[in-house]
């Protein structure tokens, strides 16, 4: 949950982990595009993140002393807090795979909107001043991105059924956003990243290992290039370790609703890693990115604003 009291140095380094975090999971889009050629995704998630734990546990040795699990850590509470974010990857998945890729896009853009409710449902968050305004632009924003894309057409559009699975991947990912902070408060972010993954890992490799043996998943035909396993390890490094540690430092000082509106700012990055491959957006993409960047601007001056300069 937010911090009322933090300071302005303390927003200004959430918004740029947050930003990080928007660049990092922007360009892990294209990156998963080239893994998934060769890797099945329930296999690919189960072995991200298990590699992610000892990126994370090798830096909890190394900055922090004294037992793992805090002594308020119930086993209930741990396995809750793997399960809904192996939740939100397991159906991310899911709705990838059962459903139009323009329509995934245009579900996620509405992020911020399943950020700000669940956190009014769980914890009764006020939104706070300005967040209405940055929410509209940071959405709309996110719709002229999918829109814009060349070749975008409502007629080839159609529900397939994966469309709920998304929706309920960013209610898993939210939930498991406020309840980390609610479960592991006084924990250090580091910490609580680490804890989180670790109960992930055991839901995703137990999901796994049932979708393979009922043939929804299969193991890769032959041995990974040296490529896909370098860009494997990548996204353990980057997208579930550090983007991971990032986004739950900046929820625990701007709080979920606020932290929200840089999952759109992810969608900007990704076109501009498209970009770099050759592909330009068009000038709708452009435009929406900008709305999507004055949306996040507009809520880090208000917040900025009404911060005290020293912490409380």
Known sequence: ????????????????GLSATAVIWGSAVPVNIVILREIDPFVLTAFRMV????????LVLWRERGPLFPAGLTWLRFLALGLFMAGF?????????????IL????????????SATAKALLGTPLGRGFGVGLVLSVL????????????????????????????AMVCWNVYSV????????????????????STSMWLIAICALALSIGLAHWPQSWPSATNIGLVVYLALFSAAIGNLLWNSGVSVVGVPVASLYINLSAVFTVLMVMALGVYPSLEQILGGLV?????????????????AKPA
């Open 141 to 168: 924003g996110g719709l002229m991105v999918v829109h814009g894309k060349p070749g975008f057409s409502l007629d080839a559009l159609g529900l397939q059924g994966g469309e709920i699975f998304m929706l309920l």
């Open 104 to 115: 995934v896009s245009a579900i996620t853009v509405t992020m911020p909107l399943v950020g």
């Open 89 to 101: 990857n397991v159906l991310y998945v899911l709705g990838v795979k059962w459903s139009d890729p």
């Open 292 to 308: 999507v960047v004055a949306g996040v601007v507009y809520v880090q001056a208000i917040k900025l604003r009404a911060a005290p």
């Open 179 to 198: 309840k980390a902070q609610s479960w592991l408060a006084g924990t250090g972010q580091l910490r609580l990243t680490l804890i989180s993954s670790i």
């Open 1 to 16: 949950m937010a911090n009322p009291t933090s300071s302005r140095g303390r927003i200004v380094t959430a918004f740029i």
């Open 51 to 58: 590699i992610s734990i000892f990126i994370l546990g090798a």
